[in-house]
């Protein structure tokens, strides 16, 4: 299959998961469907809540098709494509406990969610220059694996190993409380 770009998203995303379709067709939704059609209003207002049902139902097997067309349009979708995948997926989804069913770029995208932190205060400021980034990952995964691996990372342990670490890294970010 070819490069997926924003213009082809809505008809290859309703082609190939026909759940989504009420949906996108629901009346609450009409303002999303205005040319354009962004891939935001897509994957997040679309897919997302068909995403959701699928996992209050535990239906392993539908979220592992759909994770697959995911990491396919993470390697094959055009640059806002990709953009919109990751916050969707990465903000508004806690995947952590599905990570067994996650394509090896999701798991990278989402490890990248993980470890970012503030490079700049403005346009004109760099921050957090003194981070060994490398040790700062190596400290992500020591942590991850004393919670059990990322299928046990809910967003509760997030939220604290992230503001540990901040602390620990003497990260400047609005997470990180302040130190009087």
Avoid at 17 to 22: D, L, M, S, T, V
Wanted: hydrophobic letters at 40%.
């Amino acid at each position: 299959m070819p490069m997926v770009t924003v213009e082809e998203l809505p008809t290859w995303l309703l082609e190939r998961i026909p759940g989504i379709r009420e949906i996108y067709e629901s009346d609450e939704l009409d303002w999303g469907r205005e040319p354009p059609i962004s891939p935001y209003f897509m994957l997040g207002f679309v897919l997302k809540p068909h995403v959701l049902e699928l996992i209050e139902r535990n239906d392993l097997p539908e979220l592992k098709r759909i994770f697959d067309l995911l990491e396919y349009l993470a390697n094959e979708g055009d640059a806002s494509v990709k953009n919109e995948l990751r916050v969707v997926t990465e903000e508004d989804l806690a995947l952590w406990q599905f990570w067994g069913l996650l394509g090896d770029t999701t798991r990278r995208n989402h490890i990248a969610g993980l470890l970012w932190f503030p490079e700049r205060r403005d346009r004109d400021t760099r921050i957090n220059t003194h981070v060994d980034e490398d040790k700062y990952r190596r400290r992500w995964f020591e942590e991850i694996e004393k919670v059990g691996g990322f299928e046990k990372l809910t967003d509760d342990l997030h939220v604290s190993i992230r503001n540990r670490l901040g602390e620990e890294f003497e990260i400047e970010a609005a997470y990180v409380p302040r130190r009087e």
